[in-house]
């Protein structure tokens, strides 16, 4: 709603004599009305504006009747005021819904407020089709015949994950696992490696110990973000498709990684263990 209606209002009543006529709204284009800057309109002129009784006189005044009477004595086209007739319902109006000011068609709908310039996505996007993305594990454009086997996990790695807020956290998880489990230990990683994006240790384990380190990472992760990731030779969908997590999940940067379908991955890794625990696991 412009404030020139509402200054006219405030002068006796709505008056358009003041306006041209091919100013008024002419369709239900939005693109008719100014928007009014609610960010920059001083608060009680934002109240006038959406005053419901000037919207009111304002709709009366712009009935389809009133308007084309109007356009008759302004001598319009006739032609201009069939035009007009379907505006009604759609004439925009401004309502202010919890403090923000937004666009309304007489029937509630939300309308646009014109950009500076137009979409390079075109105006088509809300009609396109929607299309079948391709399969990203492997093997899964069509639906397998048969499930892969569980044996083709011949080892699992633990990923913990933490920051420079949450290192000490993770040091305590280190020691207890190095005290408890029979485990491969790799190295502190404090910058983002491979495709793990945060700072993280890890520590690899043969596949008879996963009822046990499960549990354990379940009631022992101290808030930590963990992942537990099977190995089958294709490290790909080990880290995105067959991952466990302990907590949240995070980014795992292995898409570029080459599929296994197209060659990426090969041998199994083997678990080279290098802990001797010293210390009794709790039961
Ligand atoms: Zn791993």
Redesign the pocket.
């Known amino acids: 709603m412009p404030l020139r209606r509402v200054r006219a209002r405030q002068s006796g009543g709505p008056r358009v004599g003041h306006r041209p006529f091919n100013a008024l709204p002419m369709s239900h284009d939005h693109d008719d009305l100014p928007a009014i800057d609610l960010d920059h309109t001083p608060r009680d002129v934002v109240a006038r504006v959406i005053d419901p009784v000037a919207d009111r006189d304002w709709a009366e005044l712009l009935s389809p009747a009133r308007r084309r009477a109007l356009l008759a004595g302004a001598g319009l086209a006739t032609a201009a005021a069939t035009t007009m007739a379907a505006a009604p319902s759609r004439t925009p109006q401004v309502v202010n819904a919890g403090g923000a000011g937004a666009r309304v068609s007489a029937g509630g709908v939300l309308l646009p407020i014109a950009g500076p310039g137009t979409s390079p996505w075109g105006t088509a996007t809300a009609a396109q089709p929607t299309p079948r993305p391709p399969g990203v594990r492997p093997d899964e454009q069509v639906l397998p015949t048969s499930p892969r086997p569980y044996t083709a996990i011949r080892s699992y ?1 633990a ?1 913990i994950y933490f920051d420079e807020d949450s290192y000490e956290k993770a040091a305590l998880i280190r020691r207890w696992t190095v005290e408890r489990f029979p485990v491969e230990l790799g190295d502190w990683n404090l910058e983002p490696r491979g495709p793990h994006v945060t700072p993280s240790f ?1 520590y ?1 384990f043969t596949p008879d110990l996963l009822p046990i380190v499960v549990p354990w990472l379940q009631l022992n992760s101290l808030g930590l973000t963990i ?1 537990i ?1 099977p190995n089958t030779g294709d490290p790909r969908s080990d ?1 995105l498709h067959y991952a466990l997590w302990v907590n949240r999940s995070q980014s795992v940067n292995a898409y570029a990684w080459r599929r296994f379908v197209d060659g990426g991955g090969g041998d199994v890794e083997q678990i080279n263990p290098n802990i001797i625990p010293t210390v009794p696991l709790e039961t």
Do not use: T
């Open positions: 790695h990923h890890y690899g992942l990731h880290h």
